[in-house]
């Protein structure tokens, strides 16, 4: 939930892809890691325009960074609903062949 709060945040600025398609993902990287090492009072001496680039630049990567983990976290909860049912099935049919009366004459026969 705390993801999805700050994607929510994120998402109210508004960043489509095409204010970023003609730059590197490789220097997009790297003004991420420049923004996130620098304190936020050597972010703020940064002229206006360098300080909106590199912030926007920041909240793009983090956004696809939070939605990448929002995927894997739903797939890794596909994934353990369908062992808990295939489980469920596995036990369920044991115990059906196990109820059954004669079941070494019919599975002879």
Known sequence: MTELRKLAFIEQFHFTAEMFQDIPTKVLHTYRLR????PL??????????????????????????IDGLVDLLIQVIHKITVTAER???????????AVRGKHGLLYQ
């Open 88 to 98: 469920r099935i596995v036990k369920e049919l044991v115990q059906d062949i196990r």
């Open 35 to 38: 923004v996130s090492k620098e």
């Open 41 to 66: 009072r050597e972010i703020r001496r940064h002229p206006e325009a360098q300080r909106s680039a590199l912030v926007a630049i920041f909240c793009w990567e983090r956004r696809q960074e939070i």
